[in-house]
């Protein structure tokens, strides 16, 4: 019955005759963004639940904002939950892997699964791989893309703040770095 | 709408974040741990004196047997004049002591593991469990990898922290025939690293018929521990002390291969010898590195020897070689005699094996000085035949056991890469701990003999596969007989590219013992399965790896008497 109603409110011909090009290509890259956590959901849930509970959330999140955009919701509101859903996505990444998250498992000796009678390594940031930086570039991109559907002073406001995020995420690479002991 | 040159700055500074800092991260932790000593400040081969390791002390005797209290723990060793370097050693020898031993009389080594909760580098939690390599131990005194031995305030897998650490005591029954044994770490995951910052040490062990035979004796008769390693670049710590920390690293798994070759720790050391016949115990305790050893003269002329033991102990019959091949964990006695060649020298070279990483000077090992005065003459002659009790060089195909259906019993153990993991017949040692050890590759009964294929079909790799407990004899290389310094009783297999072994096995004795790689990275990641020798009449040995003798807290040692 809501899918009847949804196609005689929006229906999908109209809606792509009114969609621009940047929200076609947002709609793929959420879209991408969500499926790629959704396919990573399953070994992070193994690893460690609180991530796989994290990488569902997200994924939910993406694929719902490509249906959002699909269905032609482009509202400030959308637009700006997109915009910080996405930005908290990236900031636990960077988090991830400059510092061993809290709660984060500890490591068996590289990497190898748990078992009993085995010590283990103290938790420690993730690596950097292909697939999650492809992600985060998909996710920045999605960003930028949001951002030109906002207007005027909203947007000004946003990318003061994301500004800052920037600005924090330094300031948290050199705390890390230098706890690390990776600066000497 | 576009974004303002102002908006797209601001959200730079956002991306821009992101995406380097993470990769700023790696980076600066590679750099931190990955920078070699420049091979300019190497010592020069040769210039270094030979010595070999130190003979262990008994703690105590009895009727029966010798009894020794070995403590791992980490020492500043001077490996690179000048520098010093933090590694593992017994009793702060790296190697260890050598363990002499005689057949028939017993010893019981107490291992107490006084190494850091964690490595100062590596960031592991050096666990150990010792395994006295060429011995048919009960499985419980094996060196089984998952029954570790814990440091003090290493932390377990469930966040307990291990307090006071632990100790084990290992019994050797020693009824074996004489041999070149060598006790090295074998802790699960960590073995590679354990073993390369020097828990190594040779135990040779001496049997009346081997003592009768004219071969070099005594201080003619000399262990090579060879092995290679690598170094970071120096620093001055706090104290002012310069320091060359070893470098590791795993290469993608494949290995880890040095540029500075040692023996008995020393690199590229020189060592003075008369000129008369030596008797060297070559044992290659290397992470991966394999060695085509020749040597060569200072007047530029090949210079043969004699291959007269191998791991399980003398040849048949003594074999003549310009060179041999040998990897990590293999053993050979070799006689090299020096007497044409007073006055000059004779070096040990290496033609490396392909698929190795090599350097500048990983084709030289060590160099021999001969001088003019011989001091003691007995002792130096090889017999045309060396032994004539060796069972398991008289095995033939017609020996091997037959299973239900009449056939001869033939077991295959592929070595192999898959999904990025080093396995045996597609088997992890992870499946063994989650099937609470239990799983095995193969049930064999005591008393029978089988035939066991190794075959590598990568031409990427080399493995030295080593089977625990046993044994064997090389039947057939590639189809053609093995090569002249193979044979005779073996428990490495030099598992070239390519290559198909055939061995004949016999299994004298029962319980679950190890199969697996020595190359101890492969074997860490995880080239590593067991098999289990079942009692005659198939039941299951009583001694178990993993529950027979487990280590003890420290805060018992003091009671325990040895």
Redesign the interface.
Known sequence: MSSEVSAMTFPVHTARATRSNTVDVAILMAAAAGLAHAFSTPTHWRWWQASGVFFALIAVAQLGLAAALFLNRTSTKVVLAGIWSN?VV?TV??AS??VALPGQP?Q???G???????????A??E??GAFD?FS??VE?GL??LL???L?GRT??RV??A??Y???G??AF?VW??MS????? | MSLSRRDVIKTGVFAGAAVALPAVKLAGVGAATATPFPETLLPKPFTRPFSPPPVAVPYRKDTTCDYYKMSMQAVDAEILPGYKTTVFGYNGSVPGPTIQAVQGRQVVVRHINALPAQHPILGYTPWTSVHLHGSASLPQYDGYASDITMPMGGTREDGSVCVDGEYKDYHYPNFQPARTLWYHDHGVHHTAENAYHGLVGMYTMYDAEERALPIPQGKYDVPLIIGDAMFQAPFTDAAGVKRAPLLFSLDDQSGHWGNVIMVNGTPWPIMKVEPRKYRFRVLIATISRSFKFNFKASTGVAVPYQVIATDGGLMPAPMTVSSHRQLGGERYEIVIDFSKYAGKTVDMLNTSPKNNINYANTDKVMRFQVGTVVTDTRNNSVPTTLTKKRDIMNLTEAMVAKDANGQPIVRTLRLERSNGQWTVNGTTWEKIIQSNYQFVEAQPLAGTVEKWIIQNNSGGWYHPLHIHLVDFKVLRRNGQPPMAHELGPKDVVYTGENETIELLVKFDSAGKYMVHCHNLVHEDHDMMTQFEVLEPDGSKCWDDPMISAVAKDMSMEALDVL
């Open positions: 930005v990236v990444y960077v892997r400059l500890g068996t000796a590289h190898a699964p748990k078992a009993p009678g085995r010590s283990f390594l103290p420690a940031p690596g950097v930086m985060l570039l920045l960003i930028v951002l030109t559907l207007q947007r000004t990318t003061s994301l500004m995020c920037g600005i995420f330094c690479a890390s770095l690390g002991g990776a600066i000497r």
